[in-house]
């Protein structure tokens, strides 16, 4: 079996535009990216508030719009989801996306509008593990996705439900509707199921992960954010999921969705197959945890506790309202202003990537076009 390659390169805010450049040549993007198809850009907004490691960051993604505008990718759109749990719109502006659309003039699209993309029944040729059996009726995706080339956004960081999180979970806020809540319980075999349907919709793969604050313990959203000081690029899904979770300090193939997903031939998750161009991380080892919360409880007792005979009750009815509830006030209400939010402030005020998210909070971008 070919290996699969993975750029990572340590970066430092004076350097990262100027390094996602040299990480991408390093991943050979071009290779994997037709020049002649519309490129989407899909963040990661895992929380509308900016806290460090949860969201794409706005230097990852102008970065990328700078590598492509220089190997002359002429289409580039962004492609927002929203979930039950966050606001879209909060989100691109609290994180300082908006300004680097406008100047970039990269048109954005939200696939929860009818007016910027319409949702189709899609019957995949290769073999779902669980998403046919939890939408019988049909499985539905943006028939914008169709023929594209997609690049992912992901940050590296721990999540309550997958242990980590990256490139393949990133499909899932733009490939699922809103009622995407119907597979936490199939979670893994769901990131395998879109990884299939990715590799036959669009005409390109590619992911650039940002770990320059990196997130440990219980996430997408309250999690301890760490500086790493790390970028990494791949069109392998799997191979750069698979390389974070082994920096993060665990064994990627005891993570389920990527030990699928290896198996099942979608990409490599045994690192002794996956070559590491750029810097030697043969020892790195961050000795992340997900550690334990009252979301990480209250997930599994919804998903995978004895309560789950409960779920078509609760999350197929109006009763999903009480759980959505919940969630906002423990987050917004509770979580941001006692502590994540001072947190923040303090990352902001103290760390050299604080310093330079407070440079586009007042600037809006940083780069120059060639």
């Known amino acids: ?53 949860a969201n794409t960051t706005p230097w990852q993604l102008e970065g990328t719009i700078l590598a492509l505008k220089k190997r002359n990718y002429s289409e580039i759109s962004c492609v927002q989801n929203k979930t039950v749990v966050i606001n879209t719109f909060k989100g691109e502006d609290l994180n300082h996306y908006v300004p680097i659309f406008k100047h970039y003039n990269i048109p954005v699209l939200y696939n929860f509008k009818n007016e910027d ?13 669980i998403l046919d059996k939890i939408f019988p009726e049909g499985i539905t995706i943006p028939e914008y996705f169709i ?26 806020g733009g490939l699922l509707n809103t009622y995407r809540h119907y597979t936490h319980s199939w979670i893994h075999e769901t990131l ?33 954010p760490v500086v790493k000081n790390v970028i990494l690029a791949s069109s392998d899904q799997v191979a750069i999921d698979a390389i ?7 064994d990627p193939l005891s993570l389920k969705f990527i030990r699928l997903a290896h198996e099942a031939g979608l990409g490599i998750g ?23 919360s009252l979301q990480r409880f209250l997930g599994w007792l919804s998903w995978y506790g004895p309560t789950k005979v409960l779920q078509k009750l609760i999350f197929r009815t109006p009763l999903v309202n009480i759980p959505i509830l919940v969630s906002e006030v423990n987050h917004d209400y509770i979580h941001w202003p006692l502590k994540e939010k001072w947190i923040y402030l303090k990352w902001k005020k103290n760390t050299p990537w604080g310093k330079l998210f ?13």
């Not at 290779?31 to 460090?52: A, C, E, G, Q, R």
């Not at 045994?270 to 334990?292: A, C, M, R, Y």
Request: aromatic share 8%.
């Open 244 to 250: 974070a979770a082994k920096m993060m300090g665990f």
């Open 270 to 292: 045994d690192t002794k197959d996956i070559e590491v161009v750029g810097e030697n991380i043969e020892g790195v080892n961050w000795n992340f945890s997900v550690g334990k």
């Open 117 to 129: 993309m319409k949702w189709i029944p899609f019957k995949p040729k290769g073999k779902m593990l």
């Open 147 to 172: 023929g594209k080339n997609i690049i992912h956004l992901p940050t590296t960081k721990c999540h309550i439900y997958t242990t980590t999180t990256g490139a393949m979970k990133n499909a899932f």
């Open 1 to 53: 079996m070919a290996k699969s390659k993975v750029a990572v390169i340590y970066t430092k805010p004076e350097t990262v535009l100027n390094d996602i450049d040299r990480l991408v040549e390093l991943a050979e993007m071009e290779k994997y990216l037709p020049k002649d198809k519309v490129t989407i850009l899909k963040d990661n907004i895992s929380w509308h508030y900016p806290f460090p490691s």
């Open 358 to 370: 407070s440079e586009y909070e007042e600037k809006g971008t940083l780069g120059k076009l060639n």
């Open 192 to 224: 395998v199921d879109l990884l299939t349907i990715q590799k036959e919709i669009h005409t390109g793969i590619f992911a650039i992960m940002d770990g320059t604050t990196a997130g440990n313990g219980p996430g997408p959203r309250t999690m301890e």
